[in-house]
């Protein structure tokens, strides 16, 4: 509802305005709110192994305070389907990191994310006023490479229809996990985002 009120009210419709919108209702509704209404019906969480996040968040109530963050570069395929959008969060008692999210334009052209994760970081990262967004070149990508096969790991993989930007991740069995995406820039892939998380200390 919250997310409608601002299309109503003339919010364009990107990825970047999405994560906006998302992070917004997060403050106003309630974090857990925020993360069900934004999420397509396949998302993935990891918790740290990769699950649906419906049935993640289904049984959760909103912390007092959300996560604040806000999206400092957009990712977007040739086709405007798909995005990456990443940034820094800020914990409600202090805390810091950033965050990764792969959205997907719905039929009625607005955005569901379908992966989130991120990590903590020792030094915040700087907020930026305006979110850098970079848009794949609209030629035809040969060969895409294909994601890792990981040993005794959960692998994850996905697409725009056109293959201009493609991401996958892979979680080992004690939940370190890799998460990457590429854009096309016309004769190759670009790494645009390639974020390591160490397993939890135990």
Known sequence: MFAALLLAAGAPQTAVDAERAFAAMAQAKGQWTAFRAFAADDATMFTPQPV????????????PQSVRWSPAASYISCD???????????????????FSTIWRR???GGWKWIVDGGDSLAVPRVEAREAKVHKAICNHPRNPPEPPLGIESKVGAGASPDKTLIWWYEVARDGARTFAVRLWNGRAYDI????RIAAAAR
Do not use: C, E, K
């Open 106 to 108: 719905q039929p009625d």
């Open 80 to 98: 405007g389907t798909t995005a990456a959008n990443t940034g820094p969060w800020r914990g409600a008692n202090g805390g810091h990191g950033y």
């Open 52 to 63: 649906n996040a419906h049935t993640f968040l289904q049984p959760r109530a909103d912390p």
């Open 192 to 195: 645009v985002i390639d974020d």
